[in-house]
């Protein structure tokens, strides 16, 4: 007999489908089991379409087998109304015999309140299969949910001698640390979160374009910190190509359009709290700090991350800008060719 855990696991692998299309909602997958054969499984379809258990249920070609059969879920089913139907109410409707539950959903218009209209209605639920595994995946929702803030990535390169720039150089793009293989999956990680973030000071020397151009999806949201507003107006950044929020001292003699939004902080204190608090309002679920070193360090400093990918290049600089100050154990190594990346949690 196939294990709980194991349809679960199933639930995990369809879940990550989704990432990057679906938020503000969480990414969840679903299958639906009879007699220990999976007959359905769907997952989150992007924002404002169906959600995964309407998927699921729905690739069952033969429906009277659901009143027989169990389903399957990352993540609590819902119980309220929004862009779409309560997935609770879909769940009773088709009589299901059981419901196995990853990890309750913490959202205060759900939490607990799906499970309890499935128990109300005879149904058996089991909550809190792989419930870890589950919250790892849903960590972007759940951290809005819980902390209030986006989930936060910080990202950077180095070389093998520490340094994440050169002191100077002759012209406005940038220096590559990292080999081409890290290059794109950088691009990855960027086509699922939210939006991507970096300082005045890369901007002006590199002329960044922060977007996925070796992926597929969606661009990022771009968010640029430029305290007196000394980013040349040409800039890339400033194309309207993509949603852009430029974080600044004083909005004076600028205008907010669709594309291109202002908003103003006080950088004298906590910079990084007072970004998360406009990131929230703007209703970013996550997002990738690329740099430069002194906006990392901020956010190190105020302790607001969650997540850091460093990747070490064979390159020597010898002198120039150094990394961030950052003592945290590293809890996995990945090769990438020449390149070592280290990733950190903020446990």
């Not at 639920?125 to 990535?153: D, N, S, W």
Request: with cysteine; proline share 3%.
């Amino acid at each position: 007999m196939i294990t709980h855990k194991a349809y679960i696991k199933r639930c995990l692998q369809l879940a990550k489908n989704g990432i990057g299309t679906t938020r503000p909602n969480p990414s969840v997958g679903a299958v639906v089991v009879y007699q220990d054969k999976i007959i359905g499984e769907g997952f989150t379809s992007p924002y404002g379409e169906s959600h995964a258990e309407v998927n699921a249920i729905n690739a069952v070609k033969d429906k009277s087998l659901l009143k027989k059969s169990t389903i399957y879920v990352t993540l609590e089913p819902c119980s309220h109304h929004g862009k779409t139907p309560p997935c609770a109410d879909l769940i009773v409707k088709n009589k299901l015999k059981n419901v196995v539950i990853g990890c309750v959903d913490s959202n205060s218009l759900v939490a607990g309140k799906g499970i309890e209209r499935l128990i109300n209605a005879g149904i058996n639920v089991i909550v809190g299969v792989l419930e870890e595994e589950c919250r790892a995946h849903h960590k972007r929702f759940f951290t809005v949910q819980e902390k209030k803030r986006p989930y936060i990535i910080l990202k950077w390169a180095e070389t093998s001698d520490g340094f994440i720039a050169p002191k100077e150089k002759d012209e406005q793009k940038p220096v590559w640390i990292s080999n081409k293989y890290s290059q794109q999956l950088v691009h990855k990680f960027r086509s699922t979160e939210h939006a991507i973030l970096v300082g005045t000071n890369t901007v002006i020397s590199d002329n960044p374009k922060l977007n996925i151009r070796s992926w597929s999806g969606q661009n990022p949201i771009r968010i640029v910190l430029d305290r007196n507003l000394r980013i040349d107006k040409n800039a890339t950044i400033f194309d309207k190509s993509v949603k852009t929020i430029v974080i600044t001292n004083g909005v004076e003699n600028t205008k907010s359009t669709e594309n291109l939004i202002f908003k103003r902080i006080d950088f004298s204190k906590n910079i990084a709290n007072q970004i998360c608090d406009v990131l929230q309002k703007q209703k970013i679920q996550s997002v990738i700090i690329e740099g430069g070193a002194q906006t990392l360090q901020t956010f190190i400093d105020e302790n607001l991350w969650d997540e850091a990918l460093v990747f070490v290049g064979e390159t020597k600089f010898k002198k120039g800008v150094k990394s961030p100050n950052f003592n945290k154990v590293v809890q996995e190594k990945i090769n990438i060719k020449t390149d070592i990346l280290k990733i950190y949690k903020n446990d």
